[in-house]
């Protein structure tokens, strides 16, 4: 018998002592959490006999609605468990320790069996969730954990999921989902407005136009770049009177219609490899998603945007579906030139698309949303609700500046999405989706634009505060200057600071292994430790093969001030002095 079935008799039985009779025979205790448990004559006698089992009224149990004081009484229970329990976890617990390798703990998940009747009641469930599973999560909400773009989230995030998930509506059409469309449709139209602040009557036209179409709430960054793509591939291998569009035809059909031999979207060699899977599903192929070289900020470098559309236009074999501009990388958070690259891209007659999946809650801060100056000149922009909306996973979202872009990717099903009804699911990659929506609106509800525009200006003012600190102390090296709040650097002592500068092609060579080496062995120590978490990336150079290591901090909860940055900084130095002894100045 698994022994957390041996424990104590279960502790609800008591509150609810109403007795029944199981199907074989045997009498059954009928237990607040709605499982049963068999028992023989008495509850004492027999403890260590109890097995749960499955049958019909143990299953009408679980769909339990909280209809009296007993079940309303349990079920707020375990809700408390649920927020307080893995509230103390959060407190205590910090970043990814190694006390327990992941070698151990996977060797305790290799069972596959799925059991017959349940193991575990709700109550164990939780309890086991809460104390033996939680801690061996990472505890992103942590001031110390700067290493990713997931942090802490409002604590009301939990209540409005709960909400979502209470209701179930399901957005992919209206029978089930009726007021949730239409409150969907208006806060795509306020994030719309956000970006590119047409005029009132615009959105008068179009916030509840059954026809139109101003974004989609997708999965995530991922599926709204792809989104965002198929409109684009869509757009240029359209129909003609003799070809029914790429979408119908596939993508052979398409080249040879149009005459080309094959289409590319051109994007920074920063840009997100989400791009390159939306090139394999798209047909294109992920090579044909062509880098385009940044500047020393690594922003894309738009002069050789330029001359690649050129040489690509006189070539004239080869189509281009989109140019991509990243509003924030994932790497570095450099905003690409957005005005230049829209203003090239409405020469070129090119589709322009806006990831900013990271960097486009920006706009709701009046001091810094210049820096996403251009981005009302994108065909489509990407947000991630789950990054700088602060909302729990996962919610991605796609806007389209023309509220007709959408129609190349309508899709109906008789029963469902029916013609010139407002469901959503006509115009979307998902289809059943929850009410992200929801959750969004009523966030903007409860912070306001200079709510989140706190937070927003905290990350990036911290960011520059940080960039500050580490060109003061000698042993770091600040790599890439905060555009936004992400910032990269590495451990570098002032002697191989000083061969990078001075030293030949091959001393710098061997150093920038060396230094590579050193960052990667600290990344990976202090991770280890479990005080605090950086994250650590690669950095490509042309000069340098294997590119360069960096730390990368990502700075977005609003706990994380300068005194624990510098605890982290203090404790990558002694990481430094502790492992590589023999390059202490
Ligand atoms: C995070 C991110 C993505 C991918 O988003 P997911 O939500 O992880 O699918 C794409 N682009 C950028 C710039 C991102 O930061």
């Known amino acids: 018998m698994p022994k957390q079935l041996s424990a104590k008799p279960c502790r609800d039985g008591h509150r609810l002592k109403k007795f029944i009779k199981g199907g074989d025979g045997l009498t059954v205790v009928k237990t607040g959490n709605g499982i049963f448990m068999k028992t023989g004559t008495s509850e004492l006698e027999t403890r260590d006999k109890k097995v749960l089992i499955a049958d019909w009224n143990a299953l009408m149990r679980v769909f339990i609605r909280p209809e009296d004081e007993a079940c309303r009484v349990t079920l707020i229970k375990y809700m408390e468990q649920i927020l307080f329990g893995l509230h103390e976890f959060l407190g205590k617990h910090v970043g990814i320790t190694e006390n327990v390798s992941l070698k151990k703990l996977a060797s305790q998940f290799k069972s596959t069996a799925i059991c017959d009747n349940p193991e575990k009641k709700l109550s164990e469930v939780i309890r086991e969730l809460i104390k033996e599973i ?19 989230i409002p604590f009301f995030m939990v209540h409005l999921k709960t909400i979502a998930a209470a209701l179930n509506q399901n957005l992919v059409k209206l029978e089930t989902s009726k007021i949730f469309s239409i409150l969907e449709k208006q806060v795509l139209a306020k994030i719309h407005r956000l970006i590119y602040q047409f005029h009132e009557s615009f959105y008068c036209e179009h916030v509840q136009n059954v026809n139109t179409t101003l974004g989609s709430f997708v999965e995530g960054g991922t599926t709204a770049n792809l989104t965002a793509l198929w409109v684009a591939r ?80 006189k070539d004239g074999d080869t189509a281009i579906i989109a140019v991509v501009g990243v509003a924030g990388t994932t790497e570095t958070g450099a905003i690409d030139p957005l005005k230049k690259i829209g203003e090239l891209c409405a020469r070129e007659n090119i589709f322009f698309h806006v990831d900013a999946a990271w960097g486009g809650p920006t706009l709701l801060s009046d001091t810094h949303r210049n820096l996403l100056e ?31 872009a959408m129609d190349v990717v309508r899709y109906h099903a008789n029963y469902v999405n029916r013609h010139g009804s407002v469901d959503l699911g006509i115009k979307s990659l998902p289809g059943s989706r929850e009410a992200n929506s929801m959750i969004l609106d009523s966030a903007l509800k409860i912070m306001g634009k200079k709510g989140y525009a706190l937070l927003i200006e905290h990350g990036i003012e911290t960011a520059r505060k940080l960039a500050d600190e580490i060109e003061k102390r000698e042993l770091f090296d600040l790599v890439t200057r905060p555009q936004l709040n992400i910032l990269t650097y590495r451990v570098c002592p002032p002697h191989l600071k000083d061969i990078l500068k001075n030293g030949t092609d091959v001393e710098r060579t061997e150093t920038v292994k060396r230094l590579n080496h050193i960052n990667k062995t600290i990344q990976r120590i202090q991770r280890e430790a479990g005080r605090s978490f950086v994250s650590r990336t690669t950095l490509m150079r042309r000069q340098y093969e294997n590119g360069i290591v960096v730390l990368r901090c990502v700075i977005m909860n609003p706990m994380t001030n300068m005194r624990i940055l510098n605890e982290i900084l203090d404790e990558q130095e002694e990481i430094f002095r502790q492992a590589f002894p023999d390059e202490i100045p």
Do not use: W
């Open 134 to 152: 939680s801690p061996y999560g990472v505890n992103v909400a942590s001031p110390y954990f700067v290493g990713h773009m997931t942090s802490a």
């Open 234 to 313: 869509n757009r240029l291998f359209a129909p003609t009177d003799d070809f029914g569009g790429v979408e119908a035809e596939g993508i052979n059909a398409a080249y040879r219609k149009y005459g080309v031999r094959r289409a590319v979207i051109l994007v920074s060699r920063r840009g997100h490899y989400s791009l390159r899977k939306a090139g394999g599903i798209l047909g294109i192929g992920n090579r044909n998603i062509l880098p385009i070289d940044v500047d020393y900020a690594h922003r894309m470098d738009v002069r050789h945007l330029e001359e690649t559309i050129k040489s690509i236009k």
């Open 374 to 404: 251009g981005i009302e000149l994108a065909d489509s922009v990407t947000i991630d609700g789950h990054k700088q909306f602060y909302m729990p996973m996962t919610c991605g979202m796609v806007y389209f500046k023309d509220p007709y």
